[in-house]
Nanobody, 122 residues
């Protein structure tokens, strides 16, 4: 199966920056979309940013202008540059990928990473 591994989370002061990374390991698949979601205690998991294979981006209103998603297709990786962080950005951030297996391109499959903690102190 596909394995997604996130890194880059940590503790940062209000107004600081972090860069999250997510790499997809495995073989015999192609990526349709990859994105970042987050979940704070007591809240539902929400979309932060995503990239399609064609390069289209989608951002949550709460992070528009502060966060930037980027990709490296050769490495099957995505990155989330987070600037001007606020305490309300505190959450576990999850990487998600929609992939197609080379032997069955008629269906897509969803995979999640285990998450990385981002904590922003006031």
């Amino acid at each position: 199966q596909v394995q997604l591994v996130e890194s880059g989370g940590g503790l940062v002061q209000d107004g600081g920056s972090l860069r999250l990374s997510c790499s997809a390991s495995g073989s015999d698949f192609s990526i349709n979309t990859m994105g970042w979601y987050r979940q704070a205690p007591g809240n539902q998991r929400e979309l932060v940013a995503q990239l399609s294979s064609g390069g289209d981006t989608n951002y949550a209103e709460s992070v528009e202008g502060r966060f930037t998603i980027a990709r490296d297709n050769a490495k099957n990786s995505i990155y989330l540059q987070m600037n001007s962080l606020k305490p309300e950005d505190t959450a576990v951030y999850y990487c998600k990928a929609l992939i197609q297996w080379n032997f069955d391109i008629s269906r897509t499959y969803q995979y999640w990473g285990q998450g990385t903690q981002v904590t922003v102190s006031a």
